[in-house]
T-cell receptor, first 109, second 115 residues
């Protein structure tokens, strides 16, 4: 089976940095995705890593270490609108994505 | 607006009812997906269609029956559901290729309550 772990909840203050970790054990690996999901809305794509290293996209960065089965999503200069659930997902086949349970991030003023 | 629409947005049905969920994508994609999202649980993949052919059935009970008449439309037919089937049902689409980021675009979901 697939095992994807991420913390349930994190809280941070506006302007701060938060790092959401994700560890995975899957039968195959064809890339790792991060999605953002605001309450009551659809998940939206944030980032994709298939090679080791850091991918930066504005205030958001994502890191992957395939040998360690580990990724993190880094959110910088936090804003209130960043309060959402962040989903880690591993593509372990041609089309199949296996998701973690999500990390709810609360940004406080 | 993500280019993937779902109807209805909310549905309440009894255990003996038959209903259908509809998904439509306007992105020119070839792969479509049904997911189930329950509170505090990971998104669970239910079905995958690629070029109208079902490529994945993730051990879903037969009371859920998918239909994909073309690459733009996907249905989920529901009958004799159980209360534990209450959840948010999300539809997604992707390009359908086997390489690259292959990000999936999600619809807003149908909130289903089985009474």
């Amino acid at each position: 089976g697939q095992n994807i772990d991420q913390p349930t909840e994190m809280t941070a203050t506006e302007g701060a940095i938060v790092q959401i970790n994700c560890t995975y054990q899957t039968s195959g690996f064809n890339g790792l995705f991060w999605y953002q999901q605001h309450a009551g809305e659809a998940p939206t794509f944030l980032s994709y890593n298939v090679l080791d290293g850091l991918e930066e996209k504005g205030r958001f960065s994502s890191f992957l270490s395939r040998s360690k089965g580990y990724s993190y999503l880094l959110l910088k200069e936090l804003q209130m609108k960043d309060s959402a659930s962040y989903l880690c997902a591993v593509r372990d086949g041609d089309y199949k994505l296996s998701f973690g349970a999500g990390t709810t991030v609360t940004v406080r003023a | 607006e993500t280019g993937v629409t779902q109807t209805p947005r909310h549905l309440v049905m009894g255990m003996t009812n038959k209903k259908s969920l509809k998904c439509e994508q306007h992105l020119g994609h070839n792969a479509m997906y049904w997911y189930k999202q329950s509170a505090k649980k990971p998104l669970e993949l239910m079905f995958v269609y690629n070029f109208k052919e079902q490529t994945e059935n993730n051990s879903v009970p037969s009371r859920f029956s998918p239909e994909c008449p073309n690459s733009s439309h996907l249905f989920l037919h529901l009958h004799t559901l159980q209360p534990e089937d209450s959840a948010l049902y999300l539809c997604a689409s992707s390009q359908g290729g086997r390489t690259g980021a292959e990000e999936q675009y999600f619809g807003p979901g149908t909130r289903l309550t089985v009474t």
